[in-house]
């Protein structure tokens, strides 16, 4: 989106033009980056020069076909560290794309807007693939008929409040094992087993704060609790950083009324006829007395 201001200054004699990247991670952070010499502002934004971020050519076109480019840069501490781009933070992450004037930043057009893709690494240089707003309209979107429910616990669909007392817990790292998967806990009672199995972990501080995990398997063991991801955390994790776990869901009728007391929001069809029935039909011999139909029985 090109302003009137940006046209009139391209149609002139001299430009004095530079790139711009706003980078919006998913925990809030706001990053910028300039290709030019120095630092340039853009809605309160400093765009660091020297980060050594540059673009290909973005490749754009009509239709619902996803608009796409890369983003090069060099991995420093300063700019794009190692850490955060293995840890996820960028991954996700919101872009866009400016081509500013920098001796006047308010004059500047909008070249690219999307979101950070595929990332990878090599040595002390990244690649980033830059995805365009359509790209979320290639994702499946629909409801399927299945026994289990198809919302997400504490969701509009859901409606479950999950700040209610019981179902979550903050705790002080205790023990860690195998790569950031596995927390032991030697006391950690008020809550059943298996409690936050399918549930979530989120890191409240630490050099991992902001990170967040999905739980395989809760046990009580020992008088203690041993908790295991299904992925491990991504950062460093150390004894004493601050976590919170939130209570899990399996998707049954059975746990959304006994669990949460929340049949009324239940998306799920538990009693949807199983394979056997549908592929059933009348055989000879088999009884018809108009009752229900059972594959392998008579009636």
Not at 33 to 55: K, N, P, Y
Not at 153 to 164: E, K, N, V, W, Y
Not at 230 to 251: E, H, M, N, S
Request: hydrophobic share 40%.
């Amino acid at each position: 989106m090109t302003s009137e201001a940006m046209t009139t200054h391209l149609a002139g004699a001299t430009t004095t033009l530079c790139r711009a990247w706003t980078v919006t991670r998913r925990d809030g952070v706001v990053l910028g980056f300039t290709d030019h010499d120095r630092d340039v502002e853009i809605d309160g934004v400093v765009h660091r020069a020297g980060s050594g971020l540059t673009a290909r050519a973005i490749q754009q076109g009509t239709g619902l076909a996803v608009d796409n480019s890369e983003a090069l840069g060099a991995l420093t501490d300063a700019a794009i560290s190692e850490t955060d781009l293995a840890a996820g933070r960028y991954d996700g992450a919101e872009v866009r794309l400016w081509l500013a004037n920098w001796a006047d930043p308010s004059v500047r057009a909008l070249l690219f807007r999307g979101s950070l893709g595929e990332v990878g690494r090599k040595g002390a240089e990244f690649r980033a693939e830059l995805r365009g707003l359509s790209d979320a309209l290639n994702q499946p979107v629909g409801l399927s008929y299945a026994r289990g429910c198809s919302a997400v616990l504490g969701d509009s669909r859901c409606r479950f409040d999950l700040t209610q007392p019981g179902y979550f817990s903050e705790r002080i790292l205790e023990g860690l094992e195998r790569e950031n998967r596995v927390f032991s806990f030697a006391t950690f009672g008020g809550f059943d087993d298996r409690w936050f199995e399918f549930g979530r972990v989120d890191v409240l501080t630490g050099a991992a704060a902001g990170l967040s995990g999905l739980v395989k398997s809760d046990r009580i063991k020992d008088g203690g609790r041993r908790i295991e991801l299904w992925q491990g955390i991504r950062a460093a994790l150390a004894a004493g950083d601050l976590v919170r776990f939130t209570v899990g869901c399996d998707k049954r009728s059975e746990t959304c009324r006994e669990k949460f007391a929340n049949l009324l929001n239940f998306r799920g069809f538990p009693h949807i006829p199983g394979e056997d029935w549908l592929t059933a039909y009348p055989r000879a011999g088999q009884g018809s007395s108009g009752g229900s139909l059972q594959a392998g029985t008579s009636t």
